[in-house]
């Protein structure tokens, strides 16, 4: 990862240009092309540094619902649980931390039956019982941004 890579992570996370050509607009910031910067984008997103580039919505404005979930997962099965939690796209974020409960995840769905339908699903091909839905019932805004 070089500095054009570092500048465009730190414009798509502060303010992803709402225009016809974003790419574009982009590029102009950081001296490429718009090809290149989609090009940069694909390397690190193959490269696991990104999962992916999107919006961020307001889940109950939309009529969904979101939960926490933390996992107790065993750390033989952490690289596979992790992987397998990251193919669900109804999975916003995912991170170790410390203590009991090492895997934590966040999940929007169109409904609590479907956050329910997810879990077993995740359970059931990762052999991860231990977890743990923490519907969410008040928003606390965070800004989850990094400065690359």
């Known amino acids: 990862m070089d500095e054009k890579d570092r500048l465009i992570l730190n414009i798509v996370q502060k303010g992803f240009p709402l225009e016809k050509e974003p790419f574009s607009a982009i590029g102009k910031q950081v001296g490429l092309e718009a090809e ?5 984008l694909r390397r ?6 990104i999962r992916r580039l999107g919006a961020f919505f307001e ?14 997962c065993p750390s033989d099965k952490e690289e596979f ?12 974020h995912n991170y170790r931390r410390r203590g009991e ?3 934590w995840f966040t999940i929007i769905a169109p409904s609590k039956e479907e956050i329910e339908s997810i ?9 991860v019982e231990d ?14 941004r990094f400065e690359v």
Do not use: H, Q, W
């Open 119 to 127: 879990i077993a699903d995740l359970k059931k091909k990762t052999g």
């Open 36 to 40: 290149e910067v989609i090009d940069r």
């Open 81 to 92: 649980f992790i992987s397998t939690v990251n193919e669900r796209p109804e999975v916003t």
């Open 59 to 72: 889940p109950k404005k939309l009529g969904y619902v979101s939960t926490l979930c933390a996992a107790r």
């Open 101 to 103: 409960y090492n895997i």
């Open 131 to 144: 977890i743990i839905s923490m519907e969410a019932t008040k928003r606390f805004k965070i800004d989850a």
């Open 44 to 49: 690190l997103k193959d490269a696991g540094i």
